[in-house]
């Protein structure tokens, strides 16, 4: 008689789609499932932990009570691409016509999905900075992108910025790459992409004939005097770049899954048809309150920048005092660190594990009471990223006391530096 094993692998090889057998559930996901699970301070997802703008949540009161509570328009409620554009306009100087190069999406998540759905033929290529967010690695495999991954070396002085080398960027174009995946500011490093690198990609693009898709999610969370600029603005680009964004991250809402493309007519047609097969739509009464949201005052960014200022600060000097080398990120709301520094009994085998990151977040999350998201999942190669762990500081003051505790534990752990 077959094990229970034998018969799951069978079931998987011969019914399960070889595309859904090629990747794993989220890692991050799972770091918040195991938080919960060792009731740990949850220090992993990037999901704020402090509410959302009294206003914005009115405007979703208001429009439940208004009865909008039926299908939007597939692409997205007029009112909602009309601030979308007007917001672009004001913020980047870049014009788009909400009729015809907007699709209003389930989270940037699907907006991205999409995107690559409606661009991504058998053959094609995607060039990937690596570190990349979790997520474009099952995107480039369901869409059935080659990605090509491109190393962003982690800087050598708290002033560095997860330089590229341009040779190997130049390396990973060719006839077949249909377009660059660019998060600018950057998950999980905190880079945040400048001018002259921007146009170093933009010359790749033109001379390949490539679309940039380009994830701007964390386009208000930026420090030390960055300035965050859309690949859209850049001298040739608009007509080939794909703009992703969403409202869950400078609005503190990533439960409401509200996100968008903005792309050139013939793109934005293709992803309109993929996402309305996909979802129908997001929901009716948050993208109406996504209309009003998107009219914030500028005092209200403003604030919001300055909130995580503190708040780096704050995870930086817990991190550090813990024993971790840490990467000061220049915006988004992450902090990679090193743990090469740390000592932990690992090869208990209750952590073992192949990748000493994964080992360490078991270890950390279990026995410490702090969760984080393991180096590895952020890498094509897990090994690469096998000293490396990442932590999230969009979170309220008794979060981080809390894990500052914790922490005071794992310092008796610390080898001498
Ligand atoms: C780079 C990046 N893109 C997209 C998302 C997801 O955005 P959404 O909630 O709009 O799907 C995240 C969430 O952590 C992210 O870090």
């Known amino acids: 008689m077959s094990s229970p094993e034998s018969t799951m692998a069978e079931i998987s090889r011969r019914m399960i789609s070889a595309k859904a057998q090629q990747f794993t559930e989220s890692v991050i996901r799972e770091m918040t499932r195991l938080a919960l699970k060792h009731n740990a301070v949850n220090l992993s997802q990037g999901f704020p932990d402090f509410a959302a703008p009294e206003e914005i949540k009115e405007a979703a009161r208001q429009a439940i009570s208004d009865d909008i509570n039926q299908y939007a328009i597939t692409w997205g409620a007029k009112p909602l691409r009309d601030a979308i554009v007007e917001k672009f306009e004001r913020t980047q100087t870049v014009a788009y016509d909400p009729e015809r190069e907007i699709t209003v999406c389930c989270g940037s998540t699907e907006a991205m999905m999409s995107a690559m759905m409606a661009i991504i033929n058998p053959g094609d290529e995607i060039v990937v900075f690596e570190p990349f967010y979790e997520n474009y690695g099952p995107d480039?495999?369901?869409?059935?992108?080659?990605?090509r991954f491109v190393r962003m070396r982690p800087p050598g002085s708290a002033e560095g910025n997860w330089s590229f080398d341009h040779a190997?960027?130049?390396?990973?174009?060719?006839?077949?790459t249909k377009a660059i995946i660019l998060n600018t500011p950057n998950n999980p490093t905190g880079k945040v992409f400048t001018r002259a690198?921007?146009?170093f990609i933009r010359d790749l693009c033109v001379r390949w004939n490539a679309y940039c898709v380009t994830d701007e999610i964390y386009e208000h969370i930026l420090y030390d005097g960055t300035e965050h600029i859309s690949m859209a603005r850049i001298e040739g680009m608009r007509d080939r770049t794909i703009v992703i964004n969403g409202m869950s991250k400078t609005y503190s809402v990533?439960?409401?899954?509200?996100?968008?493309?903005?792309?050139?007519?013939?793109?934005?047609?293709?992803?309109?048809?993929?996402?309305?097969f996909l979802t129908v739509g997001a929901a009716a009464p948050l993208q109406q309150a996504g209309a009003s949201a998107l009219r914030s005052p500028e005092a209200y960014y403003d604030r919001l920048a300055a909130t995580y200022v503190k708040k780096r600060e704050r995870l930086l000097k817990i991190l550090s005092r813990a024993g971790f080398t840490v990467f000061k990120p220049r915006g988004a709301y992450y902090i990679m660190t090193d743990i090469s520094r740390l000592e932990f009994p690992y090869a208990d085998p209750r952590f073992d594990s192949e990748s000493k990151d994964v080992a360490f977040a078991k270890y950390l999350v279990e026995e410490i009471g702090v969760a984080c998201v393991p180096g590895s999942s952020f890498y094509n190669n897990p090994q690469d990223g096998g000293s490396q762990v990442r932590f999230t500081f969009c979170k309220k003051e008794e979060t981080f006391a809390a894990a500052e505790a914790r922490f005071a534990t794992l310092r008796s752990f610390r080898s001498e530096i």
């Open 168 to 176: 190997e960027l130049a390396g990973a174009f060719g006839p077949h």
């Open 140 to 147: 480039a495999i369901l869409s059935g992108a080659s990605p």
């Open 197 to 199: 690198e921007l146009e």
């Open 254 to 276: 990533t439960g409401w899954r509200v996100g968008w493309a903005l792309a050139p007519p013939e793109a934005t047609q293709a992803i309109r048809k993929v996402h309305d």
